[in-house]
């Protein structure tokens, strides 16, 4: 396996950016919510038609209208992102009776979640977002031969809910304690793989950093409703501030190891690597979510007067400290207020900037600020895979105000 690659992308995306034209009228969010509904794939038959674009059977996009302002994420509206096949119904037929292994502890056993509820229960909400969200901003600057495959998502690939489990660390600590050299977490999920077929080049198995054995919990409920399996029911492990991979649904082995696995997933796949290189281990992994914001509200013509701007915005693993809005696409900035309750520093903040507009044309784009100072930038260092997009430039809204 590659070395450890904890350090942040910043540090190895440091090639100049191409030019960025400015955003046009909305966004493809907007476009298509105005296009009839799809039919629905069968397992997400009971999420709501008219707030998802369906980019795939494997990939439906919540649309960027319907954030509102209340925090949390409905589950008939939050994104899908599944990398193999969605496993049958039956897997939640017996939810207390789904079997987890645990493994790199001194006392290595095999739990029912029946046995893990009964360890205790910690409550946390967090943003989950795809990897990949934001990815048409990167598509949009391509320019020659360049290609990028992957879902082209816009901001809709993300959401706050609310999880309900037993903290990693607790169990633990009744296992006896981590053996002695590891240094990441692996998790590996239960989605069936098909006969005759490499499982490490299919499976959802995941390493991420011991450092983060204090926050990691198995989650069996969301919402306060028990997992679905779109969401990863029975039992799906957290990652608080890491991007939505590394939260490994369906999970049936939780291993302390001294290297990452070798499964692709981890591997080559999400890996920041150049658009001219083949990813590989020795490039970072997608891990950490980077401080972000998005407007919301208004994503349409409006009349002139008073306008209540909204937006939404997450500092990853950091705090947020605060959010600037401009009206006139980053010439001049004005701090936005917080509003609604501070659900912890792995959610996300609501804000609001009051703002009178006269008639003409408006570019709407917000810029958030964490506690230790990293600051949203205006664009994001291009990467062969279009993860981990987190500039202002992008999602920017156009109006007329008339």
Same mark, same amino acid.
């Given at each position: 396996?590659?070395?450890?690659?904890?350090?942040?992308?910043?540090?190895?995306?440091?090639?100049?950016?191409?030019?960025?034209?400015?955003?046009?009228?909305? *966004?493809? *969010?907007?476009?298509?919510?105005?296009?009839?509904?799809?039919?629905?794939?069968?397992?997400?038959?009971?999420?709501?038609?008219?707030?998802?674009?369906?980019?795939?059977?494997?990939?439906?996009?919540?649309?960027?209208?319907?954030?509102?302002?209340?925090?949390?994420?409905?589950?008939?509206?939050?994104?899908?992102?599944?990398?193999? #096949?969605?496993?049958?119904?039956?897997?939640?037929?017996?939810?207390?009776?789904?079997?987890?292994?645990?493994?790199?502890?001194?006392?290595?056993?095999?739990?029912?979640?029946?046995?893990?509820?009964?360890?205790?229960?910690?409550?946390?909400?967090?943003?989950?977002?795809?990897?990949?969200?934001?990815?048409?901003?990167?598509?949009?600057?391509?320019?020659?031969?360049?290609?990028?495959?992957?879902?082209?998502?816009?901001?809709?690939?993300?959401?706050?809910?609310?999880?309900?489990?037993?903290?990693?660390?607790?169990?633990?600590?009744?296992?006896?304690?981590?053996?002695?050299?590891?240094?990441?977490?692996?998790?590996?999920?239960?989605?069936?793989?098909?006969?005759?077929?490499?499982?490490?080049?299919?499976?959802?198995?995941?390493?991420?950093?011991?450092?983060?054995?204090?926050?990691?919990?198995?989650?069996?409920?969301?919402?306060?409703?028990?997992?679905?399996?779109?969401?990863?029911?029975?039992?799906?492990?957290?990652?608080?501030?890491?991007?939505?991979?590394?939260?490994? #649904?369906?999970?049936?082995?939780?291993?302390?190891?001294?290297?990452?696995?070798?499964?692709?997933?981890?591997?080559?796949?999400?890996?920041?690597? *150049?658009?001219?290189?083949?990813?590989?281990?020795?490039?970072?992994?997608?891990?950490?979510?980077?401080?972000?914001?998005?407007?919301?509200?208004?994503?349409?013509?409006? #009349?002139?007067?008073?306008?209540?701007?909204?937006?939404?915005?997450?500092?990853?693993?950091?705090?947020?400290?605060?959010?600037?809005?401009?009206?006139?696409?980053?010439?001049?900035?004005?701090?936005? #207020?917080?509003?609604?309750?501070?659900?912890?520093?792995?959610?996300?903040?609501?804000?609001?900037?009051?703002?009178?507009?006269?008639?003409?044309?408006?570019?709407?784009?917000?810029?958030?600020?964490?506690?230790?100072?990293?600051?949203?930038?205006?664009?994001?260092?291009?990467?062969?895979?279009?993860?981990?997009?987190?500039?202002?430039?992008?999602?920017?809204?156009?109006?007329?105000?008339?």
């Amino acid at each position: 396996m590659g070395k450890d690659l904890s350090f942040g992308r910043r540090e190895f995306l440091g090639a100049g950016l191409t030019a960025v034209a400015a955003a046009s009228v909305g *966004s493809s *969010s907007e476009v298509l919510a105005q296009q009839p509904a799809k039919p629905l794939p069968a397992y997400v038959g009971w999420k709501d038609p008219n707030a998802l674009i369906i980019h795939s059977d494997q990939t439906l996009e919540m649309k960027r209208d319907l954030f509102g302002s209340s925090l949390i994420t409905p589950e008939d509206r939050l994104f899908v992102r599944n990398n193999v #096949k969605a496993p049958p119904d039956s897997i939640v037929a017996d939810r207390d009776g789904w079997r987890v292994e645990f493994a790199g502890v001194k006392e290595p056993k095999t739990l029912t979640l029946g046995d893990l509820k009964r360890m205790g229960v910690v409550t946390l909400a967090t943003v989950l977002q795809c990897s990949g969200n934001g990815r048409k901003y990167f598509m949009d600057k391509l320019s020659g031969d360049q290609k990028m495959s992957g879902t082209p998502w816009t901001v809709g690939a993300s959401g706050c809910v609310i999880w309900s489990g037993v903290p990693l660390k607790t169990v633990i600590a009744a296992l006896g304690g981590q053996v002695t050299g590891v240094k990441y977490i692996t998790g590996t999920g239960g989605e069936e793989i098909p006969a005759g077929l490499n499982p490490k080049d299919l499976i959802v198995e995941r390493s991420v950093p011991l450092k983060n054995l204090d926050h990691v919990i198995l989650a069996w409920e969301m919402n306060g409703k028990p997992l679905s399996v779109a969401h990863g029911g029975p039992l799906r492990m957290i990652v608080p501030g890491y991007s939505g991979v590394n939260n490994v #649904k369906y999970v049936k082995t939780v291993a302390l190891t001294v290297a990452q696995t070798d499964a692709r997933i981890q591997s080559t796949n999400y890996r920041y690597h *150049s658009m001219t290189e083949k990813p590989s281990p020795d490039h970072p992994a997608v891990w950490e979510q980077p401080v972000k914001s998005w407007i919301t509200s208004p994503l349409t013509d409006k #009349k002139a007067g008073q306008v209540q701007v909204t937006g939404l915005a997450l500092g990853g693993m950091n705090e947020l400290a605060r959010v600037d809005v401009s009206l006139d696409g980053g010439k001049t900035w004005k701090e936005a #207020k917080f509003v609604g309750p501070d659900l912890g520093r792995f959610a996300w903040r609501l804000f609001v900037l009051p703002a009178v507009m006269p008639p003409g044309e408006y570019t709407l784009v917000s810029r958030a600020r964490d506690a230790k100072g990293n600051v949203q930038p205006e664009d994001s260092p291009l990467n062969g895979s279009g993860y981990g997009y987190n500039g202002w430039r992008g999602p920017a809204v156009k109006i007329m105000v008339a």
